[in-house]
């Protein structure tokens, strides 16, 4: 079964910290590994890798995946408030054929304060 | 491109009802996907569909649950014989394609009594 754990299971910085957010995973089959914000209701993606070692990124927010030690990381520079949310990490499999049958992790509570 | 919209937002019932949940996907999005969440957990695949055919559904989903998605547009998640239990959220999700990135409804939330 396939399996995804973050770490921290939250966090609390204050504005313009820089964070890093841990995900690692066991999947049978590894297609790509996701990340997402969600805020209040729905979750937004971030982004997905599938080679280890190539940098994603968008602003502030970076992550890169590591394929031999099973891992991702994402970071967050200059953190603002805006940027407090859950932060999910997911795995998609070969196994699933053409279906984003993701699993998620518990996520991450990220708190930025004033 | 109005984002996935999900109806109704929020529904409370009692033990032994049935409820539907209706999500809207973005036009021309050709897969739909149904998710779970409950309080402090990451959402956990329910189902999918790719056009009106239903080609996945989790071991999660017991034969209270059921799924449509008639014509390819619209679908609906029935519950018969609500039980504590499914509280949760009830997450839809459309894409086009297999791109990874799933564009998420805000989901309807179930309160069971």
């Known amino acids: 079964e396939d399996k995804v754990v973050q770490s921290p299971l939250s966090l609390v910085v204050h504005e313009g910290d820089t964070v890093t957010l841990n995900c690692s995973y066991e999947?049978?089959?590894?297609?790509?590994l996701l990340w997402y914000k969600q805020e209040k209701k729905a979750p937004t993606f971030l982004f997905m890798l599938t080679s280890s070692g190539i940098e994603k990124k968008s602003g502030r927010l970076s992550s890169i995946l590591d394929k031999k030690e099973l891992f991702s990381i994402l970071n967050i520079t200059a953190t603002q408030t805006g940027d407090s949310a859950v932060y999910l990490c997911a795995v998609d499999s070969l196994n699933t054929g053409t279906a984003s049958k993701l699993t998620f992790g518990t996520g991450t509570r990220l708190q930025v304060t004033l | 491109d109005t984002g996935v919209s999900q109806d109704p937002r929020h529904k409370i019932t009692k033990r032994g009802q049935n409820v539907t949940f209706r999500c809207d996907p973005i036009s021309e999005h050709n897969r739909l996907y149904w998710y779970r969440q409950t309080l402090g957990q990451g959402p956990e695949f329910l189902t999918y569909f790719q056009n009106e055919a239903q080609l996945e559904k989790s071991r999660l989903l017991s034969d209270r649950f059921s799924a449509e998605r008639p014509k390819g547009s619209f679908s609906t998640l029935e519950i018969q014989r609500t039980e504590q239990g499914d509280s949760a959220m009830y997450l839809c999700?459309?894409?086009?394609?297999?791109?990874?990135?799933?564009?998420f409804g805000e989901g309807s939330r179930l309160t069971v009594l």
């Open positions: 999700a459309s894409s086009r394609g297999y791109t990874g990135e799933l564009f």
């Open positions: 999947v049978t089959n590894f297609r790509s």
